[in-house]
């Protein structure tokens, strides 16, 4: 062993460091307890000799030093000493020593002292390195758990289906915890989403989380194919076969998830969800621009083995933004210091809930960055994100769309079929006319009906009546009225102004109108050879 | 939407041809985006446009913005190749008094 001598007497000095040399042992010499210090801080010595009494630093300033600092290793500090009082000794033990020597040095006692001290540095080690590989062990279960959770709890939304469009946006936090999230497609019209929180954190949550989720699909499977009454069942009915399968189970291991279950239906253009205490789902009305925060419609699973679970629905309208999100998104903390919380995420949402999915969750993510300063990235923060595109099929005789630029294709190529259709004698040019009119009309109301924002419900209507082929939009936003648009320039020195006088010069009749919450444009064309 | 502007012909003008099917609110933006760096390449320019089969007031308006960059530099700018749904927007806001407007693209050079 490599052992540090401190002494300011050399001939004592000497005599013990011929002592540990003849028992194999590397001695390092310090003269004064400065020297031993210094010594001390560019090698971390296991075993030292300290003479009570020196220069610069005494023997005890040496030993305070020593246990004050922090160290990967610990250090056996044995002090040579000339005092036999109980009192001194008392002190230095107290100071941190581990053992003494007396003066004149003892062979004998040497020898007992040093094997004391290597087995105590040995047990130490021993402890050191357990607790290493427990920690090791430790670290790895939570890579497993992070594992369980990107892998089993976390599943990839479906990007597109007709009904909905979805974005997801998952921050785990250092520690592995039971959130999860997944989709079922029923075909094209439905989606169901469901995310759910599990109560604490570790690899139980995270595995109380899979079971949860295993169970939900194992539920949605024995109801679709159940011999009494198959078929897709009712979010509430789904859950209330959850709660039969692992209530009990969950109120055994004292453990209770939030979850929320939301079913998308582009038929009837509905949203049907049980709320078991998660978040309140935040609901962006396209139309009026509005945020809602949806009731939560029951207790967590786990609290109640009696719960009845009672579903709501109410109406979507296509461009509506659904959020589901976890508590780590309302505990940020403002700047001013108060907790975001649901109303506060809410209101956030409103400005921002027209944007592009993409854009909105990076939004959503720089919020967090902001909200996190001088908060403990504690929780996992989940915002799932779905913009109801609705079925943008001809139903009730209107096309429903969000529109953004990029849909105006869309609307051209229904009001095309619908005039091929309807048998009114159109000549190509004419058709081309219908369409020229129909593209800056609702080119105009992407654009202009809410400043700054990209996208808006949109129903199209276009059938004939009679000899005359009739196009309407609808859409929510600012009104229009055309006698505040001056007369083209058109000699080509401006580069703007030609929308409304295209629609004029193109159909016969072009009326703008607002109808209490929506505008509406009627566009009238007959073909001239009728 | 993909828009691109292709040099097909270099010579005393440039023949850009615009490469989609139309021209835009939705793709008006990434439009002027490729065509401007190409309108310093030279003074007198064609902008083919046979493969255009839909223009709305936008995609005019950039047209038209076209053409006073390349007029404010003392250069030409000729049009060809219309689609008959594109000449008849031209000629419904009568653009076809301040575009000169060829066939194809060699009358438009020849002249």
Partial sequence: ?530 | MAISVEIVYSGRALVLKVQADTLETDNVAAFRAAITPLLDKSAHFVIDLSEVEFMDSTGLGSMLSCLRIVKSKGGSLRLCSLTPEVKQLFEMVMMDRVFEIFDTPDQALAK
């Fill in chain 1, 1 to 530: 062993m490599r052992i540090l001598v401190a002494d300011d007497d050399v001939l004592s000095a000497d005599i013990l460091i011929a002592s540990l040399r003849s028992m194999n042992h590397e001695v390092v010499f310090a003269s004064n307890g400065g020297e031993a210090w210094r010594l001390l801080q560019q090698e971390p010595f296991r075993l030292v000799i300290l003479d009570w009494v020196m220069p610069e630093m005494d023997g005890m300033e040496v030993c305070r030093s020593i246990r004050a600092r922090q160290a990967n290793s610990y250090t056996y500090i044995i002090l040579l000493t000339g005092r036999t009082d109980r009192k001194d000794r008392l002190e230095a033990l107290e100071g941190g020593a581990d053992d003494f020597l007396t003066k004149p040095l003892d062979n004998g006692e040497l020898v007992a002292r040093l094997n004391v001290a290597n087995r105590i540095l040995e047990t130490e080690e021993a402890v050191r390195r357990t607790n290493r590989e427990l920690q090791q062990a430790r670290q790895k279960e939570i890579e497993l758990g992070a594992t369980i959770q990107k892998r089993l709890l976390y599943s990839p939304p479906p990007r597109t289906t007709n009904a909905i469009e979805t974005a997801s946006l998952s921050i785990p936090s250092q520690y592995v915890d039971g959130d999860f999230c997944d989709f079922f497609a029923h075909g094209n019209e439905i989606v169901d989403v469901f995310v759910g929180d599990v109560m604490g954190k570790g690899v139980p949550a995270a595995m109380v989380g899979a079971g949860v989720k295993t169970g939900l699909q194992r539920c949605m499977i024995s109801l679709l194919t159940s011999a009494i009454d198959p078929g897709l069942p009712s979010p509430e009915r789904l859950l209330q076969s959850l709660d039969d399968l692992v209530c009990a189970e969950l109120i055994d291991l004292g453990t209770f998830l939030t979850l929320c279950y939301a079913r998308f239906d582009s038929s009837d253009d509905s949203l049907t969800y049980v709320n078991c205490g998660h978040p309140k789902i935040v609901l962006w009305d396209s139309l009026s621009g509005v945020c809602r925060l949806l009731d939560t419609t029951n207790v967590p699973l786990g609290f109640s083995d009696a719960e009845s679970y009672e579903q709501r629905t109410g109406r979507l309208h296509p461009g509506d933004l659904v959020l589901f999100y976890s508590d780590g998104v309302t505990d940020l903390k403002l700047p001013n210091g108060k907790r975001l919380g649901m109303k506060g995420f809410a209101d956030w949402v409103e400005n921002r809930a027209h944007l592009p999915l993409d854009e909105f969750l990076s939004e959503v993510e720089q919020l967090r960055e902001g909200g996190l300063v001088g908060l403990v990235a504690g929780d996992d923060f989940t915002c799932v994100a779905i913009r109801y595109r609705g079925a943008e099929l001809v139903k009730d005789d209107f096309l429903h769309l969000w529109a953004d630029t990029g849909s105006l294709k869309k609307v051209r190529k229904h009001v095309k079929e619908s005039a091929r259709n309807a048998n009114l004698g159109f000549t190509d040019a004419e058709i081309n006319e219908l369409l020229l009119a129909v593209q800056e009309a609702a080119s105009n109301a992407v654009r202009h009906s809410r400043p700054g924002q990209k996208g808006i419900p949109i129903k199209v209507k276009a059938e004939a009546q009679n000899d005359t082929f009739i196009v309407e939009l609808r859409y929510p936003g600012n009104p229009f009225d055309l006698r505040d648009v001056p007369e083209p320039v058109l000699d080509g020195t401006k580069e703007g102004g030609f929308g409304i006088s295209i629609i004029k010069k193109c159909v016969d009749d072009v009326a703008y109108s607002f109808q209490g919450d929506h505008n509406l444009v009627t566009l009238k064309k007959r073909a001239k050879g009728s």
